[in-house]
Nanobody, 124 residues
Framework: QVQLVESGGGLVQPGASLRLSCTASGLTSDSYARGWFRQVPGKEREFVAA????????GYLDSVKGRFTISTDGTKGTVYLQMTSLKPEDTAVYYC?????????????????WGQGTQVTVST
């Protein structure tokens, strides 16, 4: 059974940085694509960033390009989302996701496994 656990959320001021972590257990191989999504009340879950199975391809939401970076610890057990220059509009619950595939996907329904979410609040 694959389990994903996020950590690293919190309350920060605009312009600050945060690093989210997503630790996986139960992965049966290295061939998992991993992603980060976010959701605010009343809206659909939104794609933020993703990385393919071997880490040589990544994708980002346009509004976070140049500010957020997705990476892994090399074993794919842990995936990180480094967030810099945070803005109030980045406030959301952030979820990590996994799918047993070589490529990543941009839509939430493509992912099979989800973490419980971690709150990120950007406010003065």
């Amino acid at each position: 059974q694959v389990q994903l656990v996020e950590s690293g959320g919190g309350l920060v001021q605009p312009g600050a940085s945060l690093r989210l972590s997503c630790t996986a257990s139960g992965l049966t191989s290295d061939s998992y694509a991993r992603g980060w999504f976010r959701q605010v009340p009343g809206k659909e879950r939104e794609f933020v960033a993703a990385i393919n199975w071997n880490g040589d391809d990544t994708g980002y939401l346009d509004s976070v390009k140049g500010r957020f970076t997705i990476s892994t610890d090399g074993t794919k057990g842990t995936v990180y989302l480094q967030m810099t220059s945070l803005k109030p509009e980045d406030t959301a619950v952030y979820y990590c996701a996994a799918r047993k595939s070589y490529s990543f996907y941009y839509t939430a329904f493509e992912y099979d496994y989800w973490g419980q979410g971690t709150q990120v609040t950007v406010s003065t």
